[in-house]
């Protein structure tokens, strides 16, 4: 992935993260919002029920130290047995509520806390109760502490959350941009060579038509119409790579393919090109059909790659041996050949995509085998190879057990 598409995909990663965790501090705000607003008004209605008991019956049922009783009878006040705080009572309020004979609340902050006071006249006298908030203010202040430590957290959790869960939906976007970039490559790697000998032998037979020669060579037209034909068989591997890179998971299964009679069919259409080579071409299968789940289409490409592959490396006087069977419940395909073979220990390069090999030269376009190992891997698979530089190889290909659907197909008839 090159730096601007590592910078997108950055990107999106954080933004999806950043907007995880703003969304998750905004519900725990909201939650912690309610919560506070929830305990003041019960708080606040608590301390009027005190304040109205105090008023009427001359107490108040707080917490010690936190409530007072003032009572009035126009001349002297009572301030009971404990020392009211500096300030209380409220003369003014004692005097006001005197003359009218209304009650008269309110609330003063002083020293660090709120004294809420209500005044009320009571038969002869005004009483006035006061009450010390702190505890309730001390509560409120570790309510707000414990959701602002709260939604920090919370807010760094859904970060992180939202960070993984972005990975997962990113990852799409880094897969296609993945498939984009490795078909971009894979065209112009492989198409780039033989547009370049359509278009120079193009221009050849364009120069000795104007030359007035004699006519155009068979071969010069062979070699033509070759190249156009290769050209064919990179565009079919490119969209069957690009078509088995884009199937979804979990889709239908596909109906069984008879194995014995593809592979007979594959060996049977390359006896040709193999006698011309002077290479012995054998084929042992089972005499009844051998059906697998899969593509047929994608499997005959698997087949006729690895005859192409090994017809490519097999000298005249060669011999290249097909062997279908099954073994414990597997397809089992060998394809061996008696040709130049390679280094074992090049064996797992062989399937990188663009891999020929010393001395593969200009003999082979395509993906070749590194497109193999897509098709063999999209069918639940394994492809191996083994070789000796000189001595052959011998390629391996096993299909995973038939499914039950298969063990009860029959392959069709033909009327």
């Given at each position: 992935m090159d730096p601007a598409e590592r910078a997108v995909v950055r990107q999106a990663r954080l933004r999806i993260a950043v907007l995880v965790g703003l969304v998750f501090g905004a519900l725990l705000v909201l939650g912690g919002g309610i919560s506070y607003e929830a305990l003041v008004r019960r708080q606040e209605a608590q301390i009027q029920r005190e304040l109205e008991w105090g008023t009427r019956y001359g107490t108040i049922g707080g917490p010690p130290a936190c409530s007072w009783i003032f009572e009035y009878d126009g001349t002297t006040v009572d301030t009971g047995l404990d020392p009211p705080p500096p300030g209380f009572p409220l003369h003014d309020a004692l005097e006001t509520?005197?003359?009218?004979?209304?009650?008269?609340?309110?609330?003063?902050?002083?020293?660090?806390t709120v004294?809420?006071?209500?005044?009320?006249?009571?038969?002869?006298?005004?009483?006035?109760?006061?009450?010390?908030?702190?505890?309730?203010?001390?509560?409120?202040?570790?309510?707000?502490?414990?959701?602002?430590l709260a939604a920090a957290v919370g807010v760094l959790a859904a970060a992180l959350a939202g960070l993984l869960v972005s990975r997962r939906a990113v990852a799409p976007l880094v897969e296609a941009l993945a498939r984009q970039r490795r078909f971009v490559a894979d065209a112009s790697h492989e198409l780039r060579t033989p547009i370049a000998q359509v278009y120079t032998r193009a221009q050849v037979l364009a120069r000795r038509a104007r030359a007035g020669g004699t006519g155009v060579s068979p071969d010069d037209l062979e070699r033509l119409v070759d190249t156009t034909r290769r050209l064919g068989e990179i565009v079919d591997d490119l969209l069957l790579s690009?078509?088995?890179?884009?199937?979804?998971?979990?889709?239908?299964?596909?109906?069984?393919?008879?194995?014995?009679?593809?592979?007979?069919?594959?060996?049977?259409?390359?006896?040709?090109?193999?006698?011309?080579?002077?290479?012995?071409?054998t084929l042992d299968a089972p005499g009844e059909p051998l059906p697998v789940p899969g593509v047929e289409s994608a499997l005959r490409r698997v087949v006729g790659e690895l005859l192409?592959?090994?017809?490519?490396?097999?000298?005249?006087?060669?011999?290249?041996?097909?062997?279908?069977?099954?073994?414990?419940?597997?397809?089992?395909?060998t394809v061996a050949d008696t040709g130049d073979g390679f280094d074992q220990a090049d064996a797992r390069r062989l399937f990188d995509r663009f891999h020929r090999g010393a001395g593969a030269g200009d003999r082979r376009f395509g993906l070749g085998l590194a497109l193999l190992r897509e098709v063999v891997a999209s069918h639940h698979g394994t492809i191996d190879a083994q070789g000796r530089p000189g001595r052959g190889a011998t390629f391996t290909v096993c299909l995973p057990a038939p499914t039950r659907e298969c063990r009860g197909w029959a392959p069709p008839t033909t009327s």
């Open positions: 509520v005197a003359a009218t004979r209304t009650a008269e609340t309110t609330t003063v902050a002083r020293d660090g004294y809420h006071v209500r005044t009320a006249a009571r038969s002869d006298r005004v009483v006035q109760a006061v009450f010390d908030a702190r505890f309730q203010l001390a509560d409120r202040r570790h309510l707000l502490l414990a959701f602002s690009a078509q088995l890179a884009a199937a979804p998971a979990g889709q239908p299964p596909k109906p069984p393919v008879d194995l014995t009679a593809l592979v007979g069919t594959a060996v049977a259409a390359e006896a040709d090109r193999a006698a011309e080579r002077q290479v012995a071409l192409a592959n090994a017809l490519a490396h097999t000298p005249a006087g060669g011999r290249i041996a097909v062997t279908l069977r099954a073994v414990e419940g597997r397809a089992e395909l």
